[in-house]
Every structure is written in structure tokens, then in C-alpha cells.
């Protein structure tokens, strides 16, 4: 089956410092790629997308990057901002498939 | 609605009662999904709607979960009989097509 998961649970950051969020996936066939922000006691937040045919693909201080030879994603947020602190998941989807697959999730936290 | 609403927001049952939770979806989304999220871990996938086809039940845990949606938009989650190992937040997203999945806030199921 698929599976998404984290290289980092937990990460902690200064003010102002770039922070760098990673998930690696195990399904070759995903193609389409989605980072969410959750807050406390909120639903999961759109921050990014990218598909397969894509490395990179940047947005308002976050820029997402696609390994597929390894099967690595990571987010990078530019001066990391104490709003910023929550949890990140990545989520995976393939096109043969209706499924969203979350991984487990990073929890940054900026301290100020 | 400008996102995503769920109700109740808090929702405590006494095991063996029957619960049922609302999802409200953006407006001309034709993809609905419910996940199911616990305490510190990724939101896992439930159910699928595309209009008011249910395409994919497969990650319902058993019979006693039920999904609808009628008129291909506002969608209930229905569990039957509760136990204790449904306690965990429940979510409902919505997309235009199987893409950019945006979160409503999450219904937190307490069975005691």
C-alpha cells in the first residue's frame, strides 16, 4: 500500500531562519503532491501543490521541491514566522486513484 | 459558505449511541471526502464522493460507518452503535475535482 511518511517529527526553529520540512512516499505512481499546515484545534490547510512533471514550484515564502528519483519531497519556508508553528503534512495522490494519503506530520515550532 | 463547514464541532456519545455529523462543502465542489483523524497522527481517508456518487467506501473500519450525499452536496457521516475506538476528529473536505482538497474545521468525536 501507499505510505507517506516524515523524516523529522519535530522541528524547531528561530525567528527569521528558513525552515526545510521533509516527507519521502513509497508509491512511484503518486503524481500529484500537496503540503498542509494544521493548526491546533483547525482543519488542515492548503499551502502548496505540485505535480510529477514538476520539480519546484514556489509560493508566498514556501517553495515546494519533488525528488522522484528517490521519492523526497520537502517544503522550505522563508523567514519562518511564529505563525508559522504547526503541523505539516504532506498528502500524495496518483491519477488512477481517488485517494489522498497523508504522512504522519512534522511539528514546527519558531521560536521567537 | 466561503469554506468548508462541519457541525457539530464537539460532539460526546455515550458508547452504543448513534452519532451523525454534517459536512457542508464549497459550493460547486463536485469531490467530497471524510477522514478520519487521531490524536497526533494523519488525517486517514474514509470515503469519496464525486456529485452524489459514493465512488470509494474503502476506508470506512466497518459497517456501522455510513456516508451520504443525495443531492451531491452537503454530506453526512453516520456511525452507528459507537465505541470507543471512534473517538478522533472527523474531517470533511472538498475540491473541485480530485485536486487542492480544502478542510472543514473537523468534528471532535468523544465516545465515552
Known amino acids: 500500500g501507499e505510505s ?18 521533509n516527507c519521502a512516499y513509497s508509491n512511484s505512481a503518486s503524481d500529484y503532491f500537496i503540503w498542509y499546515k494544521q493548526e491546533s484545534g483547525k ?13 519546484k514550484r514556489q509560493g508566498q515564502r514556501v517553495t515546494v521541491l519533488l525528488n522522484k528519483t528517490v521519492k523526497h519531497l520537502s517544503l522550505q519556508i522563508a523567514a519562518t514566522q511564529p505563525g508559522d508553528s504547526a503541523v505539516y503534512f504532506c498528502a500524495e495522490n496518483s491519477n488512477t486513484g481517488n485517494q489522498f ?12 | 459558505g466561503a469554506g468548508v463547514s462541519q457541525s457539530p464541532r464537539y460532539k460526546v456519545a455515550k458508547r452504543g449511541q448513534d452519532v451523525a455529523l454534517r ?6 465542489h463536485v469531490s467530497l471526502f471524510w477522514y478520519q483523524q487521531a490524536l497526533g ?11 452524489e456518487a459514493q465512488l470509494d467506501k474503502s476506508g470506512l473500519p466497518s ?24 473517538s478522533a476528529v ?9 485536486e487542492k482538497l480544502f478542510f472543514g474545521s473537523g468534528t471532535q468525536l468523544s465516545v465515552l
Open chain 1, 4 to 21: 507517506v511518511g516524515l523524516h523529522l517529527p519535530t522541528l524547531s526553529v528561530q525567528e527569521g531562519d528558513n525552515s526545510i520540512i
Open chain 1, 43 to 55: 482543519g488542515p490547510q492548503f499551502i502548496i501543490d505540485i505535480r510529477s512533471n514538476m520539480d
Open chain 2, 41 to 51: 497522527q494523519g488525517p486517514e481517508f474514509l470515503t469519496y464522493f464525486q456529485n
Open chain 2, 63 to 86: 459497517d456501522r460507518f455510513f456516508a451520504e450525499r443525495p443531492e451531491g452536496s452537503v454530506s453526512t457521516l453516520k456511525i452507528q452503535r459507537t465505541q470507543q475506538e471512534d
Open chain 2, 23 to 28: 459536512c457542508d462543502p464549497i459550493s460547486g
Open chain 1, 101 to 112: 494519503y497523508f504522512g504522519t506530520g512534522t511539528s514546527l515550532t519558531v521560536i521567537p
Open chain 2, 90 to 98: 472527523y474531517l470533511c473536505a472538498s475540491s473541485l475535482l480530485l
